[in-house]
């Protein structure tokens, strides 16, 4: 599969670069590209922050916050998650979830746009319609800080608040112990990259698509009425994929 590389951690540039490659990039083609944020906090387009995030733990911890393209739940991402997208035609979860079983990993996609492994959740996805085009990206954890992830999605209602950091723990799970043979998340990336790869070519952005990346970033992903206005999908589906036109 072809594919672009982004090693910018900044996650407003990453919710930036999602959507600037949904409705710009030449997709004749799946495109994937692997990708990782620094420690913050992900909510989905129509969630309103105050509700579904501990505001003030992220402002006393540095811990950003940002909105995306596609509907779904708040998840927390830091520099031992890794996350992909895919865009393409009618794509889905499933190039990156035979790269999973092609480790060893026996992976299961669930109707609850998750994956696990050993009966726990270690990824999140969700998908955007644009047009005839689909985005369909996600998470990886592997060495995840789940104490922090816990309290970051801690509100005095929450769910997360009720049960507990042990019942988080009970549900959800890191790959690291999993693959002994991958120590590092920078080796696992590696090998998942060479594996959805194979001998496809990268696509390079030019120097004005990658301005026009950053002018979207600092003009809408990371202003204030993006980040706390709860943004009206066009449509969400009973499978929670998000539309537009």
């Not at 990039?25 to 105050?50: C, H, K, M």
């Not at 889905?92 to 959740?121: C, H, M, W, Y």
């Not at 920078?186 to 194979?198: F, P, V, W």
Request: with cysteine; net charge negative; proline share 4%.
């Amino acid at each position: 599969m072809k594919y672009l590389i982004n090693n910018n951690t900044d996650p407003h540039y990453n919710m930036a670069f999602d959507e600037w490659c949904l409705e710009h990039l030449d997709v004749t083609e799946p495109v994937f590209y692997l990708w990782r944020n620094r420690p913050s906090v992900i909510i989905g387009l129509n969630q309103d922050a105050e509700q579904e995030v501990n505001l003030p733990y992220l402002k006393e911890h540095g811990i950003m916050l940002a909105r995306r393209v596609t509907g779904g739940g708040a998840v927390y991402h830091d520099l031992q998650n890794m996350n992909y997208s895919i865009i393409g035609h009618n794509v889905d979860t499933t190039p990156f979830v035979d790269a999973l079983r092609s480790l060893g990993l026996d992976a299961e996609q669930t109707g609850r746009n998750d994956i696990f492994v050993d009966g726990k959740k270690i990824s999140g996805y969700a998908k955007r319609v644009w047009k005839d085009r689909t985005i369909v990206h996600g998470t990886l954890m592997y060495d995840v800080d789940i104490d922090t992830l816990t309290k970051a999605l801690s509100t005095p209602d929450s769910k997360l608040t009720r049960k507990g950091i042990a019942s988080v723990r009970s549900r959800v799970t890191n790959l690291k112990d999993y693959l002994p043979q991958y120590p590092s998340l920078d080796l696992l990336q590696s090998k998942l990259h060479e594996i959805m790869a194979g001998n496809d070519d990268c696509i390079h952005l030019s120097q004005e698509n990658l301005n026009e990346i950053q002018t979207l970033s600092d003009s809408k992903f990371s202003t204030e009425e993006w980040l706390y206005r709860p943004v009206a999908p066009n449509h969400v589906s009973e499978d929670g994929v998000t539309t537009s036109a």
